[in-house]
C-alpha cells in the first residue's frame, strides 16, 4: 500500500546521516561553549555560574532521558543536550585553565592542545575499529562498560569526599589524580569503539534515519568526556 499522501517516508540511515548530524550536535556544543566561556571572561560571573552548573545537570538528565526513552534518536533531545552541554563545557574550559593562565601557560593554546589531542584520538580509533585492531564484542562491551561505571562511581566518591572535607586525591592534581586522569581518557578512547559499532550495525539493519541522532548523541558524548580529560591532565602538567 502506498503511503498517505504527504506522508513522510523515513529512509534507512547511512553513515552520511551520522556525519551531518554529529557535526550538527558538536556545532552547537560549540557555540553555547563560547557563549558560557565569554560571559566567565566578561565579569557576567553569576549568571555565568548558573548556566555552567545547571547545564551540567541539565545535560546529564537529558541523557538518562535518551537512555531509558523509548524512542532511540531525537533530534531535540540531542539538540537540547548539545545546548547544555556547552553550557558546562564553557565553564569548565574556564575554570580548569584558571581564568587565561595556568602555571604561565595561555589558556586558548592549552584548549587548543586539548581539542586537537580529542581529534587524534577519535581518528585514532576510527582507524583501530576499521581495521579490526579491536573488535567489538558482547564481552567486550561487558568489561569496557563495567569499568565505566566503576570509574564513574568512583568520581562521584571523590566528589562527596571533596564536599564534605574539601579532599579531592583524584581530581587534585596529585600522582593518584594523573593516573585517574589517564585511565578515564583510555576508556574514553575505547568507548568510542562501541559508538562506532552502534553506527555500523543501524546501518546494516536499516534502521530509520532518525536513529543517527542517537548515534551523535553517544558519540557527542564520548568526545565531551574525553576533551575535559585531557584538558584536565594538561592542567594537572601546567601546574607542575
Known sequence: MAPPHGAQVSRPMTIDDVTAKTGITLAVIIVSAIVSFMMWAGGVQPVAAILTFGGAIAAFITVLV???????????VTLLYAVFEGLFLGGFSFAVTGAFTVGGADAGAMIGQAILGT??????????????AIRVT?????ILTGMI??????????????LFTGMS????????????GVVCIVLAALAFLQDFD????LVRTNAPQEAAWGVALGLAVTLVWLYT???????YVSDR
Do not use: Q
Open 169 to 180: 586525591p583524584l581530581r587534585g592534581g596529585g600522582t593518584m589524580g594523573i593516573i585517574f
Open 149 to 162: 561505571f566503576g570509574v564513574f562511581f568512583m568520581a562521584l566518591g571523590n566528589f562527596l569526599l571533596y
Open 138 to 142: 558482547a564481552r567486550f562491551n561487558r
Open 198 to 201: 552502534l553506527a555500523d550495525k
Open 229 to 235: 580529560e585531557i584538558l584536565r591532565l594538561l592542567s
Open 119 to 132: 581529534i587524534g584520538v577519535f581518528v585514532g580509533m576510527l582507524v583501530v575499529y576499521r581495521t579490526g
Open 66 to 76: 535518551h537512555s531509558f526513552g523509548k524512542k532511540f534518536g531525537s533530534p531535540t
